[in-house]
């Protein structure tokens, strides 16, 4: 097999687990071609136009859907791009998926269904939400509100998450197989600033609003209605309790258990992420 037929693609190669994925095999020494907007060439889901450069010689790509499996129009679009890739001479496939989400579960029928090998990663939210994402910002000014209230999830960390990409992508023994990804414990929203509040020394507040509340706050920003219509599927329907309970995916795909919540907290605090100086 040329070094062609063994350049790995990472789709949302910037992302959260992306970015991740890309560093660790770029360490390993492995080719990589990462699928993102300003990547060379470049990747976007909505211009099919993109695809074939991107997957051309690839032996096995990961694929991280934006913004959501949930969005409509994303099963077509993922059952496109995996019949290119089959067509193309891809041989394996690693999807990101997501718990609880009935429109992620079609497009790991779409994958699963493809003929060629398959992995699934069926992860929970991630902690790194409150890190690199949209959370970010409020536990900065010291509250985050959010429609949700006494539901527990069990944060996943997006490095384990990576791991079990690489090493789905690079070794034996994972094809046909659904890892669900989680923590080894399940916290509440408001037990997850707790912890952070604890490990930077701040006063951070969390408030449970109504979901018609937060609907008009996202309104008065002028997000984009889809977007709106997507936060408020994962937070009043994904986050109902049906993924509160912990799995054991992290070990079975990796050999040792989950990163706990904590473990994060505390490398993101040390980081200086969260801002310090307001003592509790």
Not at 29 to 36: A, C, K, T, Y
Not at 113 to 135: K, M, P, V, Y
Not at 236 to 257: C, E, F, S
Request: charged residues 20%.
């Amino acid at each position: 097999m040329n070094t062609a037929q063994q350049t790995l693609l990472v789709l949302g190669a910037t992302g959260k687990t992306g970015r991740r994925i890309t560093q660790r095999l770029e360490a390993a020494g492995l080719p990589v071609r990462q699928g993102s907007r300003d990547a060379n060439p470049p990747f976007d889901w909505e211009d099919r136009s993109t695809w074939d450069a991107v997957i051309d010689g690839v032996h096995a790509a990961y694929i991280s859907f934006q913004p959501d499996l949930a969005v409509p129009g994303a099963v077509e679009t993922i059952q496109a791009f995996t019949d290119l890739a089959v067509k193309s001479g891809v041989r394996k496939l690693v999807l990101l998926s997501g718990r609880g989400e009935v429109e992620a579960q079609q497009a790991e029928r779409v994958v699963q269904d493809s003929g060629i090998d398959w992995t699934i990663l069926r992860a929970s939210w991630f902690c790194q939400n409150f890190s690199e994402a949209h959370f970010l910002e409020p536990i900065v000014q010291g509250e985050l509100a959010l429609p949700v209230g006494q539901v527990a999830e069990p944060f996943v960390d997006a490095d384990d998450i990576a791991e079990c990409a690489v090493a789905a992508l690079t070794q034996p023994g994972h094809t046909g197989q659904l890892y669900e990804l989680t923590g080894p414990r399940a916290l509440t929203f408001a037990d997850a600033v707790t912890e952070i509040a604890r490990a930077t020394h701040r006063n951070i507040e969390f408030v449970a609003v109504p979901a018609h509340a937060y609907r008009q706050a996202m309104e008065q920003e002028q997000l984009p209605p889809a977007l709106i219509d997507l936060v408020l599927y994962l937070f009043t329907t994904v986050l109902d309790g049906r993924n509160t309970p912990v799995t054991d995916g992290v070990l079975r795909a990796l050999g040792r258990p989950a990163r706990d919540f904590s473990d994060y907290v505390q490398r993101t605090a040390a980081a200086g992420i969260w801002g310090k100086g307001r003592t509790m």
